[in-house]
């Protein structure tokens, strides 16, 4: 039960976010990058498929500041490789992102074959794409996105996944192994890992490094972004002010006035 | 010659949903300007009657076969592809929504075409699709434009539906689809979520908690003024996903998208995927300690201050109300 | 006459009772020395440090029994029984001696003009403490004190020990009354008792035999039972009281072996001092009336803390000692989910009420915080309290916010704070989180900010380059956070210069004084505001302008008050001001916690909202008749307190201000154009 887990840094809108100078691209000055939330759901997936059928889970990365953290955090937490592919420009589109990692695990020992290559279903700086179908089409393999749960038959090859639709429905799907899958959540919320521990993998363990491939034909499908812009809020709520009580009252005029009550 | 330009219909469990609709209105600017005709695409399996609302496109193109039973990526994204690279549309806008969510992420590949994503706006610019998308959970927006065929993941709400479900049936073209691929990917079941009993896409109001409601005893006063207004309580994910809310009270991309005459939306930060679900209540009112909260770009009247203070005073002040107007 | 110079049958008396007494002994010899080695299953600690500081400890709390005192009903009667139980030691080891070497004639208690009425004496004493104590055991009932076997069988064998003696002393007066030149108050008073009896004046030499070897018999026995039952606390006391940590009482320090492992569970990973702790407990329930959390009905009581571990070492330290751990299931029960729940350790505010109570001097607050640590080891946390921790590591700051706004509480004021990373300043002004983040809490830095400047102090922050202290990071387990904290902020404050340190938030004051060592050792003084303003004020630096007529009453925060002993300059500051300070029943060291501490206020509320310590403390100060305000020098306090009145309803009744709102006040308007008003508009 082999499961690779593809982590990726986004920008944490914690901070907030201001456009560069060329008007295109975020300015990166105060700019922090933190774990694409939906791929920590898809770590804390595999570490739970580990903990329930053996095996073993890599976590792969493409270089960018803060990376080094996220996998020690993933090795403290129980995975069993961390490998940071090098080389790579950073800002890539998913397009081109999916690309060179479809080229690099391959070239990794001992990676592949995997039962599960899992992704985390969507990130807020997939202009061009997500990562895990693009992938998925890549190295021929079948996907399901927006995955809530996994149960595995390995005797006959196959799990049964769970993802989410509209309106509170999930759908329940068979898929033959090994697939690839986009993460929405996890069975359980991603686990807390100490400080202590994650200190303690970055003096004891490595992470390992892959180079991507020279680029075959230079490039993804083109796309431009002419600018980059904080949206004007098409309008703004008109704040009401006041004690509790006097709010309350302001309200109740409204619903009056329009009619619900 | 420029090709069409394409709607991909979002046809699930036997209807067409809304965000069609969105689609199509977009679709004919985008059509018009560029000169060129709307086609709606429809792909199911025995869903001919799905067809008969689409006449705000110029004609339907419709494929019928057991592999499009559900919407999964092998299937809808290779009968998708077979019939792009055989009709050559110029652009293709695709409902970005959870039921086209795993198609819409390999149909780029399989075409080898640009897609562009979260896009909550197009237009045409010298004679070529620009889109606007929203990037960073909708703290940055930008302008894009890429080669052709483009493919654009619209988000719900770029348009209104209204006035584009039309009576007028279209012209069907149906269309074979050449696949006898053996599926890897094989659809079981549908998993309802429990019904609480209530239906929330059919209330007049809903009191929906997000996490700033503090913690699950708060929620006692939101069911208090649910009561008082007459209608149900509802939620964002965070605080189904604690467990305080079922899952079909869940307002959002991944739970029901409702249009409440009154939406009062408390301690909800008014992240995209929640105010997908809402955006279009008739009135929308918002409670939050934050006043730089996004839900106050959405709401109507908006509150900075303690959830439950508000809430307790404006349920005492409809109780009051309603007695005066029994007395 | 010896009443072992006399046989049983064939047998010398003095035979019987060497064999009786060598079995006692050997028995209690035996138990005592597998005490000892279940003791020694623990990790090293050196507590051989400062001995003659430490003897003076044993003066005072063991023969002095200070701590039992705080509370008279219970603590004379102790003290007497004490006492009594030196006396009869002193008075039953000569009998033994006595008893067993007749030849000797060794002189005893009882042929001494002096000793004999003392002894004497304290056997009524000691039944009048007994019955007292007994009575508010089993009729008054207070909380935390249970009613067992074993507490009873404690009683009864005090008692008849008492009652074999006198009634021993009553006989030996009636055989021998030679012996009646030494004054027995009691003893000769039983004597003319019984002498009123011709059966028991006939029979007087039998009886006191018989009674003198009841009581001997007795003493063995309890000798026998002592080490068995909670009465050991006689024996660990005196060490735990002279082990006990010097020094502040809630400094921390990280564990000294890491391997691998964080914080303590199972018996060998915590230390002997801590193991020791269970047998000095004796189970009196002090620290448990006097723990907040437990008051508002949750399952955290320190007694129970200190019992369990008590159990879980004499339940399965033998199997330890014996070596029959299977490699396996790795030996005893898990301790946490088993005796204790996780619950119980979260529910702690670290408000140290219960060390500050224990008559022994046992630390719970060591003990509870290595069980969290191995419950955030295995990542078993309340999930907002993850979410604290995340934001911490991440941001510095439990808010989630970006580092950068560290500073936004400066912008509404009219000048700019110092930069002490840039310039040298006197004074370095640590913040902490709530006073530069939270909402509520800003103004209130703000007033501080106006009064330094008003008074002229030289003062400076550290703006975006501060991060959390880790003083609540440390308290919940989270020992690594805390010192990628620690080191952070080291870093920072060695670059800056300045001379001197303060902080409004006691918990950044208590870790930066005690447990930061570069800061240690007197090269930085750090004090508390409350404490500067007291500095300021006796220097006559407050250009105060008015006198507050006010009635308040102080709420002394406990890691100012409890941790650190800082329970006077805030006082100083308030009369300073004209203002009337009204003290509430839990004043001082018996201050109640808010509720906030320990991470507590990082995790979900529990308890229904009434029987919350805040909530309990804020309907303490209301019914304190003229008093207008509850005045605060913490910032979770005020945040609390503020919750809490809303909650209870009393915000007609009171209100909660901080210490440096009343000092802004005092000193009236100020020349900048950001009033004062404005700042009470924002309240």
Request: glycine fraction near 8%.
């Amino acid at each position: 039960m082999n499961t690779v887990v593809l982590l990726k840094m986004v920008p944490d809108v914690v901070e907030e976010l201001e456009v560069a100078a060329d008007g295109r691209s975020l300015d990166t000055q105060f700019l922090r990058l933190i774990l694409n939330e939906r791929d920590n759901h898809a770590l804390e997936l595999a570490l739970l498929l580990k903990e329930r059928h053996g095996g073993k889970v890599a976590a792969v990365a493409l270089d960018a500041p803060e990376v080094d953290e996220v996998l020690f955090a993933a090795l403290a937490k129980g995975a069993d490789r961390a490998i940071k592919v090098a080389g790579v420009k950073s800002g890539l589109g998913t397009r081109t992102a999916a690309n060179c990692l479809a080229r690099v695990l391959p070239t990794v020992d001992g990676l592949l074959p995997a039962d599960f290559i899992v992704a985390g279903c969507q990130a807020i700086d997939d202009l061009d794409g997500m990562v895990a179908p693009l992938l998925a089409h890549e190295m021929k393999l079948p996907y399901l996105g927006l995955v809530t749960r996994v149960t595995l038959d390995s005797a006959d090859r196959k799990a049964t996944v769970q993802k989410e639709y509209a309106g509170g429905v999930h759908g329940e799907f068979e898929v033959l192994l090994p697939a690839v899958l986009g993460i929405q959540a996890a069975e359980k919320p991603p686990r807390y890992v100490p400080v202590a521990k994650v200190r303690a993998a970055m003096k004891s363990q490595t992470i390992e490094m892959a180079e991507v491939p020279a680029l075959a034909n230079g490039g993804e499908a083109a796309i431009r972004v002419l600018s980059m812009a904080k949206p004007e809020a098409a309008g703004h709520a008109e704040m009401l002010e006041g004690t509790p009580e006097q709010i309350a009252s302001k309200i109740a005029e409204v619903l009056f006035a329009r009619g619900v009550l | 010659m420029a090709g069409n330009l394409w709607v991909v219909a979002e046809n699930w469990r036997g209807k067409v949903s809304d965000v069609t609709y969105e689609l199509l209105a977009l679709g004919r600017e985008l059509a018009d300007g560029l000169g060129v005709p709307l086609e709606a695409v429809v792909l199911s399996h025995q869903g001919r009657a799905l067809t008969h609302e689409l006449g705000a496109a110029d004609t339907v193109l419709y494929l019928d076969h057991p592999s499009l039973a559900e919407p999964t990526a092998e299937s809808y994204g290779a009968a998708l592809a077979q019939l792009m690279q055989a009709r050559k549309p110029q652009g293709v806008l695709v409902p970005l929504s959870n039921v086209s969510w795993d198609w819409v992420g390999v149909l780029p590949a399989m075409l080898g075409a640009p897609y562009l994503n979260f896009c909550k706006d197009a237009r045409v610019v010298d004679g070529k699709i620009e889109a606007c998308c929203l990037l960073y959970g909708g703290k940055m927006e930008a302008r894009v434009v890429s080669g052709s065929p483009v493919i654009l993941g619209v988000l719900p709400g770029a348009r209104s539906a209204a006035n584009r479900r039309m009576e007028k049936q279209p012209p069907v073209e149906e269309v074979k689809l050449e696949s006898e691929k053996t599926p890897e990917v094989t659809f079981k079941q549908y998993i309802e979520p429990e019904q609480g009993g209530v239906d929330i896409t059919q209330q007049s109001v809903l009191v929906s908690v997000g996490r700033g409601i503090g913690n699950q005893e708060n929620l006692a006063v939101a069911e208090e003024l649910a009561a008082a207004l007459g209608g149900a309580v509802s939620g964002s994910r965070p605080v189904i996903d604690q467990g305080w809310l079922p899952l079909s009270r869940q307002v959002g991309k991944s739970g029901a998208t409702v249009k409440p005459k009154l939406y009062l939306a408390v301690g909800i930060s008014g992240a995209p995927e929640h105010v997908e679900g809402m955006k279009n209540s008739e009135l929308i009112i918002a409670i939050n300690t934050d006043p730089q909260a996004p839900i106050f770009d959405v709401a109507h009247y908006g509150i900075v201050g303690d959830a439950t203070d508000t809430l307790s005073a404006l349920t005492a002040e409809l109780q009051k109300a309603s007695a005066r107007k029994g007395a | 006459m010896i009443p072992t110079a006399e046989n049983f049958g064939q047998v010398p008396a003095w035979v019987v009772l060497w064999v009786v007494f060598l079995a006692a002994v050997g028995m209690f010899a035996w138990r005592v020395s597998f005490l000892i080695r279940l003791l020694l299953l623990g990790r090293a600690d050196n507590r051989f440090d400062h001995i003659p500081a430490r003897l003076k400890r044993v003066v005072v709390y063991v023969f002095g029994q200070l701590r039992l005192l705080e509370e008279p009903l219970i603590g004379i009667p102790h003290l007497l029984i004490f006492y009594g139980f030196v006396v009869f030691l002193f008075a039953t080891t000569g009998m033994l001696l006595q008893g067993l070497l007749p030849g000797l004639h060794i002189p005893t208690v009882e042929q001494n003009h002096y000793l004999a009425p003392v002894v004497d004496l304290f056997a009524v004493v000691v039944l009048g403490g007994l019955a007292v104590a007994s009575f508010r055991r089993f009729v008054l009932r207070p909380a935390g004190l249970q009613l067992t076997r074993d507490a009873a069988t404690v009683n009864l064998l005090i008692a008849s020990l008492m009652i074999t003696y006198v009634a021993a002393e009553g006989f030996q007066r009636i055989a021998e009354p030679a012996g009646a030149q030494v004054w027995l108050p009691v003893g000769g008073w039983l004597a003319n008792v019984f002498s009123t009896s011709g059966f028991l004046q006939a029979h007087a030499s039998l009886l006191y035999q018989s009674f003198w070897w009841l009581h001997v018999l007795i003493v063995l026995s309890f000798l026998v039972f002592l080490p068995y039952s909670k009465h050991m606390h006689l024996l660990a006391a005196p060490f735990s009281v002279f082990f006990s940590q010097l020094g502040s009482p809630g400094i921390l320090t990280a564990p000294t072996e890491q391997e691998g492992r964080l914080g303590a569970e199972r018996l060998e990973e915590f230390t002997w001092r801590q193991l020791l702790s269970a047998f000095a407990c004796a189970e009196c329930g002090r620290c448990e009336r006097a723990c907040p959390s437990f008051q508002s009905g949750e399952p955290c009581s320190p007694r129970n803390l200190i019992h369990n571990l008590k159990q879980q070492l004499l339940l399965y330290g033998p199997a330890f000692l014996r070596k029959a751990r299977a490699a396996a299931d790795g030996g005893e029960p898990t301790l946490i989910g088993g005796l204790i729940a996780p619950q119980e350790l979260w529910a702690c505010t670290t408000c140290l009420a219960c060390a500050e109570r224990c008559p022994v001097f046992n630390e719970h607050l060591p003990i509870m915080v290595d069980l969290r640590r191995r419950l955030v080891e295995r990542g078993e946390l309340d999930p907002h309290l993850e979410e604290a921790l995340r934001n911490l590591t991440r941001y510095g700051n439990s808010f989630g916010q970006s580092e950068r706004k560290r500073a936004i509480w400066t912008q509404s004021l009219d000048f700019r704070p110092k930069d002490a990373r840039k310039e040298p300043v006197e004074w370095l002004w640590y913040l902490g989180e709530y006073n530069c983040y939270h909402p509520s809490v800003q103004p209130i830095t703000r007033s501080l900010a106006r009064v330094l400047k008003a008074a002229g102090v030289d003062y400076g922050i550290l703006f975006e380059a501060e991060r959390n202290s880790g003083n609540d990071a440390r308290r919940v387990g989270e020992e690594g956070l805390f010192e990628i904290l620690r080191e952070k902020n080291t870093a920072t404050l060695k670059q800056a210069k300045f001379e001197k340190l303060f902080s409004m938030d006691p918990h950044v004051y208590n870790t930066l004084k005690n447990e930061y060592p570069a800061l240690n050792h007197g090269q930085h003084p750090v004090l508390h505001y409350t404490e500067l303003l007291a500095q300021l004020l006796a220097d006559g630096r407050l250009p105060l302008t008015r006198r507050l007529s006010c009635t308040v009453t102080y709420h002394d925060p406990c890691y100012l008050g409890r941790y650190n002993q800082v329970y006077d300059a805030p006082r100083a500051v308030l009369r300073g001001l004209g203002a009337r300070v009204k003290e509430m029943p839990r004043s001082r060291s018996r201050s109640l916690c808010c509720g906030g501490g320990g991470g507590r206020i990082w995790m979900q509320e529990i308890g229904d909202a009434e029987s919350r310590p805040s909530e309990s403390r804020v309907r303490e100060a209301a019914a304190l008749p003229g008093v207008e305000m509850l005045v605060v020098a913490c910032p979770k306090d005020y945040v609390m307190f503020s919750d809490a009145l809303k909650t209870a309803g009393l915000e007609g009744r009171l209100v909660v201000k901080d210490l440096s709102e009343l000092v802004e006040e005092a000193i009236g308007p100020m020349r900048w154009s950001e009033p004062h008003e404005a700042a009470q508009v924002e309240r």
